[in-house]
Every structure is written in C-alpha cells, then in structure tokens.
C-alpha cells in the first residue's frame, strides 16, 4: 500500500497556465507539507499544514495555494505558470512534530 | 553564513570501506536532526534521527556536536547499495524542517 501518494507524476505546461498536484497519505498522520527540489537538488519547505490549519508558509509566491480538504490530502494549486517553477514537487507527511517525514514520490513539473 | 552546509561531494570510495560526513548548521536553537537518504530520482528516505548521545543503526552511526553546531554520519563496511545522496535535516523551528543540499555517495566494486 503506497503511504503518501502523489497525482501527477509528471506535468508538462505551458507558461501562464494553472495546475494542481494533489497529495494524499494514508498513515493517519495530522501533519502535511510540500517541498521543491530544484535542479541544484535543493529541496526547500513551501508549506506546513497541522490538523488542516497553515502552519507555515515559507515566503511563497500567492500563485502557490495549498488547500487541506482534511488531514488526509494536502493539494497545491498553482495560478499563471513560471519558467522557474520547473521542479520537483514533494509531499510529505508526519505524526505531530515527530520530524519523521515520509515524502511522496514527487511531482515532475516542467513549464515551457 | 549558510542555514546548512554539507559538502556536496562525490565521495567516491570501494566497497567496505567506511565513510564520514559532516553537516554544518547555523542556528544554535534547533533541537531536532536528522539524516535522510535520496536515491537518484527517488524521494527522499529517513535514515535515521540524531541523538544527542549519539546513536547507532547498524552500520550507520549518527552524532551531535552542538558546540561546533554539526552532526556527523557514519558509514561502516560500504556496501554497493549505499550509493545514494545523504541529506542532513534540522528542526528550524515547529513544522518547519531546514534540509541541506546533500552529500553523494558512490561506493564501488
């Protein structure tokens, strides 16, 4: 059984469109988050989601708009598309502050 | 100075051998650490936490040095399988988990 699963793998775009990626885990988990890793490999936190309240929201862009239907799924909607949004999306999720996060298989996003 | 500093790497090193790395944080307040695994396209993988008394899994030992502010992993008897990109993590603060650029591995046959 897959622990934290991510739709789509991959996502090709256009430059001005809008996608979401949706997150889900089924580790009864309360805490959800999303990270980019870019092509330097850096994998940055975006945002932190506990029991469906935003934790954190690291100086993100507002095209960037996390939704927490419940603590289950974490999805991320992104409005008008950049070059520089081209990455690899990760969603984790943990128990509490545990520090323990177990990431889904990414998200490939590529914006032409 | 950088929140988390590793070296990149490769460390390039044969079978059997054993490995160190460190990771060089700045912020004196965190409390938690962590070591995680990347395979090449893969997500990234808790290896193991990071204790203050320092701790051991296996193969595998993590420690703390909070006076000089890094954590140190590692790796005995290389196996081909280690090969991967090390990831040190620190707790910047609730929720919000700081990872450094990773250090890669090739172990070789």
């Known amino acids: 059984d897959t622990a934290v699963s991510q739709t789509p793998k991959y996502l090709v775009t256009q430059m001005g469109n809008d996608k979401s990626i949706k997150c889900e885990q089924n580790l009864g988990h309360d805490t959800m988050y999303w990270y980019k890793q870019d092509s330097k490999k850096f994998l940055k936190i975006m945002f932190s989601?506990?029991?469906?309240?935003?934790?954190i929201n690291e100086t993100v862009p507002n095209r960037f708009s996390p939704k927490s239907p419940d603590k289950a799924h974490l999805n991320l909607h992104i409005n008008s598309l950049e070059l520089g949004d081209s990455a690899v999306y990760f969603c984790a999720s943990s128990l509490g502050t545990s520090g323990t996060q177990y990431f889904g298989p990414g998200t490939r996003l590529l914006v032409l | 100075r950088k929140e988390v500093e590793q070296d990149p790497g490769p460390f390039n090193v044969p079978e059997g051998a054993t490995v160190a790395f460190n990771c060089t944080y700045s912020?004196?307040?965190?409390?938690?650490f962590f070591w995680y695994r990347q395979d090449c396209r893969k997500e990234p993988k808790l290896l193991m936490s990071v204790y203050s008394s320092g701790n051991e899994d296996g193969r595998f030992t993590a420690q703390l040095n909070r006076a000089s502010q890094y954590i140190s992993l590692l790796i005995r008897d290389s196996k081909l399988s280690d090969s991967a990109t090390y990831l040190c993590v620190f707790e910047e603060g609730t929720y919000k988990y700081i990872f450094g650029t990773g250090t890669r591995l090739k172990v070789l046959a």
């Open positions: 912020n004196s307040a965190s409390q938690s």
């Open positions: 989601y506990n029991n469906k309240e935003l934790i």
